[in-house]
């Protein structure tokens, strides 16, 4: 079936790195867009990035720009969050969601379970 | 950034009546290309995001017709019509038409 699953979560010290994939199967990986969306304890939704369909194309939020990298092997089906230079406010459960084939404007209509990322010393 | 505002923040509601939520962004969620970019998740408890709505209105294929969206500009709405025990959960309005991506605060539904 069309599904996510994403890995790679743990507790980091701060100031540290860490890298999530989020493993896509059921569907055509390459003709997607994928986003990361988090959400940390107690609190909503938050986007973090985007990777268009080819990987050429990225945007970030700017709470985690110049300190994450969005990226993908579609040759895995695979997408990945590389996070660098972790703080406590980047604690939460990280999602990857399926947007369209545009990089823009589509709705995020499949979405995995998450992974827990806690930044702590 | 396109700040989404959700009210209210709670919805305590008895089972089968109706809910509503509003969501209001600080500019026009109409893009460029005509199309408007607000969808309407749910996330019930310990449990991901679920997309409900998209463009407003559309129903994701499964979702029950129960769930409508309505609006347009900068004033969007969810309404349930008869809330029923697995509704239970926070629900996000978000839009898509401008970078960054952003989320309303969530409005929590819960039964009464």
């Known amino acids: 079936q069309v599904q996510l699953v994403e890995s790679g979560g743990g507790v980091v010290q701060p100031g540290r790195s860490l890298r999530l994939s989020c493993a896509a199967s059921?569907?055509?990986?390459?003709?997607?867009?994928i986003h990361w969306v988090r959400r940390a304890p107690g609190k909503g939704l938050e986007w973090v990035a985007v990777?268009?369909?080819?990987?050429?194309?990225?945007y970030y939020a700017d709470s985690v720009k110049g300190r994450f990298t969005i990226s993908r092997d579609n040759s895995k089906n695979t997408l990945y969050l590389q996070m660098n230079s972790l703080r406590a406010e980047d604690t939460a459960v990280y999602y990857c969601a399926r947007g369209g084939r545009l990089i823009r404007g589509s709705p995020f209509d499949i979405w995995g379970q998450g992974t827990m990322v806690t930044v702590s010393s | 950034e396109i700040v989404m505002t959700q009210t209210p923040l709670s919805s305590p509601v008895t089972l089968g009546q109706p809910a509503s939520i509003s969501c209001r962004s600080s500019q026009t969620l109409v893009h460029s290309d005509g199309n408007t970019y607000l969808s309407w998740l749910q996330q019930r408890p310990g449990q991901p995001p679920r997309l409900l709505i998209y463009?407003?209105?559309n129903r994701l294929s499964g979702v029950p017709d129960r769930f409508s969206g309505s609006g347009a500009g900068t004033d969007f709405t969810l309404k349930i019509s008869r809330v029923e025990v697995e509704d239970v959960g926070v629900y996000y309005c978000?839009?898509?038409?401008?970078?960054?991506?952003?989320f309303g605060g969530g409005t929590k539904v819960e039964i009464k």
């Open positions: 978000m839009q898509a038409t401008q970078f960054p991506i952003t």
């Open positions: 463009h407003i209105s």
């Open positions: 990777v268009s369909f080819d990987g050429n194309n990225k």
């Open positions: 059921g569907f055509t990986f390459n003709y997607y867009a």
